[in-house]
């Protein structure tokens, strides 16, 4: 039988043994908290990368250029598509003067939308300009073209009316009609080919 001092110093080597255990699973348990929390807060992060080039090109299976992101002028980025490696089927650029083009494969027709300093409208082409829809210094207008590009239908809506022109295929006369407000009123004119006024009414 052991003596209450013996019992004492193994109580008191058991306790002590017992503190340095628990001292451990407690460091243990802090770094595997703080490891999850490193790891969740990498996990919830948001992922950041910068590429930076002067050009980009996205290429099919077989190695066809279809799309590519460049810097066209200083100042446009361009983006265009290709069906091939001679044929853009469609454009978009920046910049100050933004535009989208959208051509029509194997013809010289595209549509053309823009915004530029001077106006912006919708342009339909062929070899030549064919028919546009504008906005000129705050003047919406519309007006078709001949073949060579030339205007010969126009009509346009100004602050003091609305207002139509025919142009003969030879340009040689014109005729313009307009309604304006009153004493105006309604307005037909005929001109030659210098402007001059071959007839008017009233």
């Known amino acids: 039988m052991q003596t209450p001092e013996a019992s004492l110093a193994a109580l008191t080597k058991r306790v002590a043994k017992l503190e340095a255990q628990n001292h451990r699973l407690k460091r243990a348990g802090i770094g595997a ?29 077989s190695g066809n250029t279809r799309a590519r992101l460049s810097m066209e002028v200083k100042d446009r980025p361009t983006l265009s598509f290709y069906k091939d490696k001679a044929s853009v089927t469609a454009s978009l650029g920046g910049g100050d003067e933004p535009f989208l083009v959208l051509y029509r494969l194997g ?5 053309t939308l823009g915004a530029n300093r001077t106006f912006f409208g919708l342009g339909l082409y062929e070899k030549e300009i064919r028919a546009g829809l504008s ?8 007006e078709l073209y001949n073949e060579y590009g ?12 609305p207002s139509f022109m025919l142009t003969d295929p030879n340009f040689k006369a014109s005729l313009e009609m307009g309604v304006y ?10 001109s030659g080919q210098n402007k001059e006024v071959l007839w008017s009414a009233p």
């Open 107 to 111: 013809t010289t027709e595209e549509v």
């Open 150 to 161: 030339k205007p010969q239908v126009g009509l346009e809506l100004s602050s003091v009316g």
């Open 181 to 190: 407000p009153s004493p105006v009123g309604p307005n037909f004119r005929m």
């Open 33 to 61: 908290i703080i490891v999850a929390t490193v790891v969740i807060a990498m996990g919830q992060g948001p992922a950041k990368k910068v590429i930076e080039a002067n050009e980009f090109v996205l290429q099919d299976a």
């Open 135 to 142: 906005v000129q210094k705050g003047v919406p207008g519309l």
